[in-house]
């Protein structure tokens, strides 16, 4: 290839020389047309969105008036810990997020891991059970928490369930949303539960690609199924762990539908969570200027999702 | 290759002779356990389901009484009533609208982006791909209300392109980042072999690439497809005419009533649930391979 263009176009070749990269005109031009379109989508829904959101963050505005009021960082010191009436509720808000952030990636991972391993082991089943595991995420939604919280309720399924296991103590007579004790832990497990099947399939899609020569060898020195795991699998699919762990911290952190739909924060502020806490400040704040605290709490959340995105790298590439 | 080769008979005799002998009962009680655990989490997976199912075919006092899964007298009549107050096929066809052209559009359009980023060469090429995928980073909630503002302005507010275009934009990164690795991964000497039968760029992204990596493309229009189906927090805020509301919102609506009837919302829940779980069994087999791909690369 590089032959045929050198034979053709000496001189562009030389110009080249100067610069690291060489381009060809078509190409170029072929290039810019091919990301034409998601370049101008972006530049609509993104670029022009993104610089009012940091904007409006340095600023108070109930939505209706003409004129913003400028505050520079007020509205950041105020989340934080300057305003009495909202860095309590962050502060509360920001607890739980932390504690969902810590629950969820684990959980998910010590469920979908062991899973994927199982379910890589058997034969006839497999593609009905693949099915079946992931069915919590292809209706992940309104419709899916309507039937959760139908089966939370004082008199619901689970209650029933406890009770015929002979677990009775573990009932909640007010419901598992309804304690204000029970309603966080509920939610962490209802989150596990509709983000274990992607990560359960990217851990399939890993074992499936793992070099069975290894395992092969690994039995023949003799490694029983616990080594074999412990010392050859686990380590393999650190990578994917390491992607699986990613997007819980970032979902974990940003996500809040679940909260909205199930409890709305409730009881109290038991169950409130940041990314909620942004969406109640930009459309459930009725006519009080906290349009400029949502976006700066948007923000915040945005730092705290590149600066956990760096660690999480950081500490993969320590691990492999 | 050729070594594989001469190892696998040998390898597979061993598999045939073993699961002729009869399995050890430690083997056997292996399987027993393992299957077991398999069969459990099936349970887990399904236990909402199960109780959604059971609701929708109990009528109005039966499922405030509670306490059995299969109802005593299963009921047909409330499944049909809500369909009718759940006006469907209005709702459907608005679903439908907003989940086809947006994984239509995001197909086309970061399919072409990806084709770039992938094998042409151009000045910020690196620069502009990395930019996409920092938007991974930033919060849903961060931009829905500069995205409302903004449509409001633009007067898109209210109807189904206020929808669509926000929801193309968000799966960019991901869609991005998966085409590309799917594109990186087709031999550069397919594309050589066609510019020399003269095929110009867009029919080599047409004819070879496209066809190619279609698993990753399906599975990408299922990833788009699934959460834009089952979407509620933009659509929620930016809908307000009836006409315009998708599943989700109408089955919101059903809850909103005066008295909220369990066995009601359920059958709501079981009818928009139904359409994207037809869809996932109909492309799953795609969407495994797309995604064993798309770690693999």
Do not use: C
Not at chain 2, 245 to 262: C, D, E, K, M, R
């Amino acid at each position: 290839m590089s032959a045929a263009t050198t034979v053709q176009r000496p001189p562009r070749e030389r110009r080249a020389t100067r610069g690291r990269t060489r381009y060809h005109r078509s190409e170029v031009a072929w290039g810019a047309a091919f990301v034409a379109p998601a370049i101008v989508l972006f530049a609509v829904m993104g670029v022009y969105t993104i610089g009012y959101g940091v904007s409006l963050s340095f600023a108070t505005w109930n939505g209706f008036t003409p004129n913003w009021t400028w505050v520079g960082l007020h509205n950041y010191a105020d989340l934080l810990w300057a305003s009495p009436t909202y860095a309590p509720v962050v502060h509360q808000a920001a607890l739980n997020t932390l504690w969902v952030m810590i629950a969820v990636p684990i959980l998910t991972v010590l469920v979908s891991f062991p899973l994927a391993l199982l379910l890589n082991s058997v034969g006839r089943m497999r593609t009905v059970l693949r099915s079946v595991y992931f069915l919590p995420y292809v209706t992940a939604g309104i419709a899916v928490y309507f039937a959760w919280q139908y089966i939370l309720e004082p008199d619901g399924a689970i209650n029933l369930l406890l009770r015929s296991l002979g677990l009775g103590s573990l009932q909640q007579p007010q419901g598992f949303l309804g304690n204000p004790s029970t309603a966080l832990p509920t939610l962490i497990v209802v989150t596990v539960w509709s983000s274990v099947p992607v990560s359960m399939l990217l851990y399939l899609a890993g074992l499936q690609s793992v070099d069975s020569t290894l395992i092969e060898a690994a039995q023949i020195d003799g490694a029983g199924w616990w080594r074999i795991t412990r010392n050859v699998l686990w380590p393999l699919l650190k990578p994917i762990t390491g992607i699986i762990v990613l997007l819980n911290l970032r979902d974990s952190l940003q996500g809040f539908q679940t909260f909205l739909i199930m409890t709305n924060g409730g009881p109290g502020n038991h169950t409130n969570v940041l990314g909620l806490e942004a969406y109640r400040l930009a459309f459930l704040s009725q006519l009080s200027p906290t349009l400029g605290l949502s976006s700066a709490l948007g923000w915040l959340l945005f730092i705290a999702a590149v600066i956990l995105a760096v660690i999480t790298q950081r500490a993969m590439r320590r691990a492999t | 290759m050729s070594t594989a080769t001469i190892a696998r008979p040998a390898a597979s005799g061993l598999a045939v002779t073993r699961r002729r002998a009869r399995p050890s009962p430690r083997v056997l009680a292996t399987r027993a356990v393992v299957a077991l655990l398999l069969l459990l989490y099936a349970a887990v997976s399904l236990y909402p389901f199960l109780w959604m199912v059971s609701a929708a075919f109990k009528n109005q006092y039966e499922v405030v009484a509670g306490g059995h899964l299969i109802p005593h007298h299963p009921t047909l009549h409330t499944l049909a009533q809500t369909w009718g107050e759940l006006h469907f096929f209005d709702y459907f066809l608005n679903s439908l609208k907003v989940t086809a052209l947006t994984v239509l559009l995001v197909l086309v359009i970061y399919s072409a982006a990806a084709y770039a980023f992938s094998v042409l060469r151009f000045p910020a090429k690196r620069a502009l791909y990395r930019l996409f995928l920092a938007l991974l980073f930033v919060p849903g909630v961060t931009v829905l209300l500069p995205v409302v503002l903004l449509e409001n302005k633009l007067g898109l507010l209210g109807n189904h392109w206020g929808l669509i275009l926000p929801f193309v934009n968000g799966s960019a990164p991901l869609s991005i980042l998966m085409m590309t690795n799917a594109f990186d991964a087709i031999p550069a000497e397919l594309r050589e072999a066609a510019r020399m039968d003269g095929a110009g760029e867009l029919r080599i992204f047409a004819t070879v690439y496209l066809p190619l990596s279609r698993p990753v493309l399906v599975t990408i229009a299922l990833l788009t497809a699934i959460p834009t189906w089952n979407e509620y927090l933009l659509t929620r805020v930016s809908l307000n005419n009836p006409g315009t509301f998708t599943l989700p919102i109408a089955l919101q609506n059903l809850q909103s009533g005066a008295v909220l009837h369990y066995n009601t919302l359920m059958a709501g829940a079981l009818i928009v649930v139904i359409p994207v779980i037809v869809l996932f069994v109909a492309a799953q087999r795609y969407f495994v391979n797309g995604l064993i791909g798309a770690v693999k690369a």
